[in-house]
């Protein structure tokens, strides 16, 4: 008895344990139960975890990088929900954005779809369902009465609970909350969430959470939730340490075997595979220490967002027309570029320090296997392709032709080494599908110069430019983004014919924020 008593203290809780508090609370559970603690281990499925490893090695297009990277670390946590799946129906998985929180079920997912793992209410094809709760309304979220005409309007999650409980088969059928937590729509899961396993609709229906269906809460906090909420379901919290590393090998690996090189060059690709990870284990672990110790950036950035970043800006400059098929030496100046632009860009004046000067600074004290020229910031200068050294600015502004007869001034763009270089990573990440964020004081010039920039696309780019408001909410901000899009084939949207389209949102933070701090519109 003693021993299943440990098993049950240990087991449902160290899923909501991490770092040093996990250290302490496994402590905490042997001196308590020393005498059945190490007769009594943790009881493994290898061949489940063997599996979960498998899956996340399989190369899947929907997501980018296509190969995950299955640490020790991943395959615990697809372990601990498959258990707390075994326990509880509904699940809490509580993490910051990069934590491979989604991966996390969409591997155990897949795990059951093909026979792994195990689960009392039985494995097979796992049908899931996610909704974003936060990104409308809960009378949208639940469904509601039109007190004109008295008639019954369904909501996205009564709809989507009654067709997996009308379901003919008996598989796993998931539905997947992926939004902020707040009072407004949490309080009125608590019926669903404890035995009772009933969702009560404003209209007496009654759907029940069948044996076969979970709920699976992805969230960031518990901050918003009541007590009796938090207690209802289980939790498995996945912490961000060192996830960074993981995302940044599956890009390595995905970015060496997409390099075009000739066929005598596969020594070539391991060489620029090594380097690669030899650049980010040198520099980002030192300078991600400390921004967290002496650097504010001018909005919130997480660990993982800024690596991302680099990887993103390396995406356009680590290919072959800059880096040459002969050597690896110009890798490390391309990654330095785009770690100081990734790291330092983001930075401004806060609080009367010039934290941008100071990174500068103390980017050329702290590296000095790149030298940037001692005269100005590591900001004023770019790579030359045919030199492989940094070069001003200044140096490729180009001159203003304009006429003033034919032109007006109000369409054109002055150039500026500001407007070159931000010009400069708007070309880098366009083409790579990644979006950018400009911020900065009203009438710096931010509208203008994308303004500049979309006049400028090809012709296979298309633009709308969506102007955001304090009373611009989810619903109308997806009815603009939806405007000019046609039907494809299937349930696809896209721009008309083969364009691309770039959405220019202006002022994205003028939004009203509810109780919870959240725009719905983001």
């Known amino acids: 008895e003693m021993g299943l008593l440990m098993r ?85 998985a509580i993490g910051l954005s990069g934590s491979n929180k989604s991966q996390t079920w969409m591997t155990l997912s897949k795990a059951w779809t093909r026979g792994a793992g195990e689960n009392p209410a039985g494995i097979g094809k ?15 979220l639940y469904g509601y009465i039109n007190l004109a005409t008295r008639e019954w309007k369904d909501g996205m999650l009564s709809s989507t609970m009654r067709d997996m409980a009308n379901a003919a088969d008996s598989n796993p059928k ?32 009654r759907i029940r959470l069948l044996v076969n269906m979970k709920m699976l809460f992805e969230i960031r906090d518990l901050a918003f939730a009541s007590p009796a909420t938090v207690t209802r379901a289980g939790v498995l919290y996945i912490t961000d340490d060192n996830q960074w590393k993981n995302y ?55 660990d993982f967002g800024m690596v991302q970043a680099v990887t993103n800006f390396l995406q356009g400059l680590w290919v072959i027309e800059n880096l040459g098929n002969k050597d690896v030496s110009a890798l490390e ?20 320090t010039d934290y941008r000067k100071k990174f500068s600074q103390y980017w050329k004290d702290t590296f000095k296997n790149i030298k940037f020229p001692h005269r100005g910031e590591v900001y004023d200068v770019f790579v030359d392709k045919a030199k492989k050294d940094f070069v001003s600015w200044s140096e490729i502004v180009p001159e203003l032709d304009f006429d003033s007869t034919t032109t007006k001034m109000t369409s054109v763009t002055v150039p500026t080494m500001e407007t070159v270089a931000v010009s400069f990573w708007l070309d880098n990440l366009l083409p790579n599908k990644h979006g950018a964020m400009l ?11 994308i303004n500049g920039k979309l006049r400028q696309l090809p012709e296979d780019y298309s633009s709308l430019t969506i102007n955001i408001n ?53």
């Open 174 to 205: 998931w539905i997947i909350l992926d939004g902020d937590l707040d009072a407004n729509w949490i309080e009125n899961m608590n019926s669903v969430m404890d035995d009772n396993r009933l969702l009560t609709l404003a209209s007496n229906e």
């Open 333 to 352: 100046i391309y990654f330095v570029l785009a770690c100081v632009w990734a790291f330092g860009g983001p930075m401004s004046i806060t609080a009367g």
């Open 439 to 449: 911020i900065g004081a009203a009438g710096c010039g931010k509208t203008a110069l």
């Open 8 to 92: 049950a203290l240990r087991d449902f809780n160290v899923p909501k344990i991490a770092g040093d508090d996990a250290i302490v609370f496994t402590g905490l559970i042997r001196d308590l139960f020393e005498e059945v603690y190490e007769l009594m281990p943790k009881k493994r499925d290898y061949d489940f975890e063997q599996a979960v490893r498998d899956i996340a090695m399989e190369a899947d297009n929907t997501r980018f990088p296509p190969s995950l990277v299955p640490t020790d670390y991943f395959v615990q946590n697809v372990v601990d929900l498959q258990d707390l799946f075994g326990l509880r129906h509904c699940v809490f």
């Open 126 to 140: 796992t049908v899931w369902k996610d909704i974003n709760p936060k990104a409308i309304t809960p009378n949208e």
């Open 248 to 302: 940044v090998q599956a890009w390595i690996n995905d970015w060496a075997a997409n390099l075009t090189l000739p066929r005598s060059g596969e020594g070539l690709r391991k060489e620029f595979k090594a380097k690669a990870e030899e650049l980010f284990e040198f520099y980002v672990p030192k300078v991600l220490l400390a921004m967290a110790l002496e650097y504010k950036h001018i909005v919130p950035l997480l």
């Open 470 to 522: 304090y009373y611009t909410n989810s619903q109308m901000y997806q009815r603009v983004i939806e405007g000019p899009l046609e039907k494809k084939a299937g349930k696809n949207f896209g721009p008309p014919g083969n364009k691309k389209m770039i959405y220019f949102v202006d002022d994205l933070n003028m939004a009203m924020l509810d109780n919870d701090n959240t725009a719905s519109n983001i």
